[in-house]
């Protein structure tokens, strides 16, 4: 099993950065893919950025590619999601998530999320 606690959220103008961190314990941090999922006021939760257990590997929903940037850190159990150029569609409660890097489908373990809202 894996632990997951996200943080950085914040209330910010369009236009400013922001970078979440998650944090993992328990199981080696390497042994899962990670991925940032967010879900914003009324609508499904929806899929935002992953990264291969190795960091080799990396892949955005569109509506936030070229402005957000997943990493990984397995040195010090952190996946971050760096997160330029906000609009206020990207407020949302931010969950980061992780599954064993040889299973497929739905993300097994997630953290409790972090508020991020952008104002225009």
């Known amino acids: 099993q894996v632990q997951l606690v996200e943080s950085g959220g914040g209330l910010v103008q369009a236009g400013d950065s922001l970078r979440l961190s998650c944090v993992a314990s328990g199981r080696t941090f390497s042994y899962y893919n990670m991925a940032w999922f967010r879900r914003a006021p009324g609508k499904e939760r929806e899929f935002v950025a992953a990264v291969t257990w190795s960091g080799a590997s990396t892949s955005y929903a569109d509506s936030v590619k070229g402005r957000f940037t997943i990493s990984r850190d397995n040195a010090k159990n952190t996946a971050n999601l760096q997160m330029n150029n906000l609009k206020p569609e990207d407020t949302a409660v931010y969950y980061c998530?992780?599954?064993?890097?040889?299973?497929?489908?739905?993300?097994?373990?997630w953290g409790q999320g972090t508020q991020v809202t952008v104002s225009s």
């Open positions: 998530a992780a599954r064993p890097r040889l299973a497929s489908g739905d993300y097994t373990y």
